[in-house]
């Protein structure tokens, strides 16, 4: 019985206005419709004076005569005694927002599907036809979509049903006949079916990437994990150092306050126990020069006479240590002794925190990023810098704003330094570098490219203080004639390259990668060298015979 009701329901409800049928007429097509609203609907047709079904859209020419329907009327009133009038239509009225039925009159109902034929978005109720009539079976429809004029060819306002693949667009068939004459066009529908083809491909490329870029998430998440882990590790770690540092230093100062405590004590002892024989001396000695004023005074010369002898003679005095009037600067050299030791602690504590700070620095989570590729992308990490004089060989002569260095027959007057290179003609820049870098050094003659540690040996005439002869620095041997040799540890490599005057030199310090390039018109990759830096490295050349070579680091800004 409800669901008789319910079907009832339908057919009792006008189409244009969505409420019970009032005074509902038949027309011959067999669709009902308010007197009223569809008076309203013909009233708007064309100048032409066809009419047509709001819902199948058939037409009719003369406009159908309207006679209210006796049958139906009864059957509404019917209807409404047994609760239709309380009922409300199953029907989804459109609102702000949503795609409307183009064939609803006055409440316009949400659209459910789109016909690419009609080119039209129809509610459930006016899209029955096209279940209904076999001609409209065939129609395709679409989810209900606001994009159907974009089918439409803006210039001949046809529907775009060929794809022009010369020119890769949608046309319709009377551009195809004008603009698009002679392309090679396909219908749309072989055009998507070819495309799709690519589309599947492109999907898998796709997943395949998400797939990748997922396993880089968790990679990435996992390496943020072990970092904060780490980290965590590192500062707990470092804490308890530099807390067992403090607690050194505070045991030492606790020591030596102690020891000038007791020092103090026993010092201060000493001078009281001489202090209290002194004071006795200086009693005794004041009660004898009472007695002799007594005896200065009597006028018994045989008394006199008689007393003056033992009187006047001193009791011998034990022998006291000297007493100094100046101040005791014992302490005062304590002083001086705790203030040595803080200012070495100082300079040690100096040197190693940059060594701390570098291995802080050094950590990076994310992926090395790619060496630049271009010499315009390697002049955006290009550094200014200078050579150290401090650091020069005296067979080497720096010029050009200390840039420059040209071996000398004979030595330059420089002062001594301790930073200074004795055996091997060599000089370093004044400039540590960390990060990216990359610098360009002009040569000739014969040379040395060269980074190193700062605290690679000056002095002694073995492979300690030579580049590229230990793991405190590595060297390019530039010879001429495209002949390079790389010396890291002592242990040359022989390398082939276009010959030129002027060497690009790129650092990554956190990446530990070295490069050395061949500079010309073009860059070209002389070696590569993947290591682990664990101080900042310092440029620097090595002249290592025949007056007249140079090497000069480039201007690049």
């Known amino acids: 019985m409800a669901q008789h009701v319910s079907l009832s329901q339908e057919k009792c409800s006008c189409s244009i206005c969505l409420d019970i049928l009032k005074d509902p007429v038949t027309i011959p097509c067999g669709h009902s419709y308010c007197m009223s609203c569809i008076k309203d609907c013909w009233g708007k047709e064309n100048e032409e004076k066809t009419y047509s079904c709001p819902q199948c859209r058939q037409s009719f020419t003369p406009r159908p005569a309207l006679v209210k329907s006796t049958m139906l009327a009864e059957l509404v009133e019917e209807l409404k005694k047994v609760g239709l009038q309380d009922a409300s239509p199953d029907l989804s009225i459109a609102k702000p927002g949503d795609m409307v039925c183009d064939y609803c009159y006055g409440v316009k109902l949400k659209a459910f599907k789109s016909c690419l ?25 679409v989810a209900a979509t606001s994009k159907l004029q974009e089918n439409i060819c803006s210039r001949h306002d046809e529907v775009m049903k060929i794809f022009c693949r010369t020119d890769q667009q949608c046309i319709c068939y009377l551009c195809s006949m004008d603009d698009h004459k002679g392309h090679d066009t396909v219908s749309a529908e072989a055009e998507r079916a070819d495309r799709q083809k690519e589309l599947g491909v492109s999907r898998e490329k796709v997943q395949q990437r998400a797939q990748d870029r997922e396993k880089d998430v968790k990679a990435l998440q996992q390496r943020v994990e072990a970092i904060n882990r780490s980290a965590d590790e590192a500062v707990r770690d470092s804490e308890k150092i530099f807390t067992e540092f403090i607690h050194l230093i505070e045991k030492r100062s606790s020591e030596v306050k102690q020891k000038i405590r007791s020092q103090q004590k026993t010092q201060v002892s000493q001078a009281q126990d001489l202090e209290e024989k002194l004071q006795q001396e200086v009693t005794e000695l004041w009660r004898k020069d009472a007695e002799l004023l007594q005896l200065s005074h009597t006028e018994d010369h045989l008394h006199f006479l008689n ?124 400039e540590g570098l960390t990060g990216r870098c990359y610098w360009e ?117």
């Open 307 to 430: 007393n003056y002898p033992s009187l006047s003679r001193l009791s011998g005095s034990e022998d006291l240590p000297s007493i100094d009037i100046c101040p005791l600067r014992l302490f005062e050299d304590v002083t001086v002794a705790v203030s040595k030791t803080r200012d070495k602690l100082q300079v040690v504590v100096t040197e190693e925190w940059e060594n701390i700070y570098l291995a802080v620095t050094g950590v990076d989570v994310l992926m090395t990023q790619a060496e630049p590729r271009t010499r315009a992308e390697f002049r955006k990490y290009s550094r200014q810098i200078t050579l150290d004089p401090n650091t020069a060989h005296r067979r080497l002569s720096l010029s050009d704003g200390n840039r420059k260095a040209t071996r000398m027959a004979g030595d330059q007057s420089y002062s001594a330094h301790p930073d200074r290179f004795v055996a091997n003609c060599q000089v370093l820049s004044t």
């Open 441 to 557: 050094v002009e040569w000739s003659g014969r040379a040395f490219i060269a980074v190193a540690y700062k605290d690679i040996s000056r002095t002694g005439t073995g492979n300690e203080c030579g580049f590229g002869l230990n793991n405190k620095s590595r060297a390019l041997r530039c010879n001429g004639g495209g002949k390079y040799e790389l010396f890291s540890s002592n242990i040359p490599t022989s390398i082939s390259g276009p010959q030129s005057s002027r060497i690009g030199v790129y650092l990554d310090h956190r990446a530990g990668s070295l490069s050395y390039y061949s500079v010309s018109d073009t860059m070209t990759l002389l070696h590569r060298e993947q290591t682990t830096f664990t101080q900042p490295l310092y440029p620097g050349f090595w002249l290592p015979q025949g007056s007249g070579s140079t090497a000069e680091l480039c201007e690049l800004n």
């Open 117 to 141: 034929v009609c080119m039209a978005s129809f509610c459930e109720q006016h899209l029955q036809p096209h279940f209904d009539v076999a001609s409209l079976k065939k129609h395709k429809l």
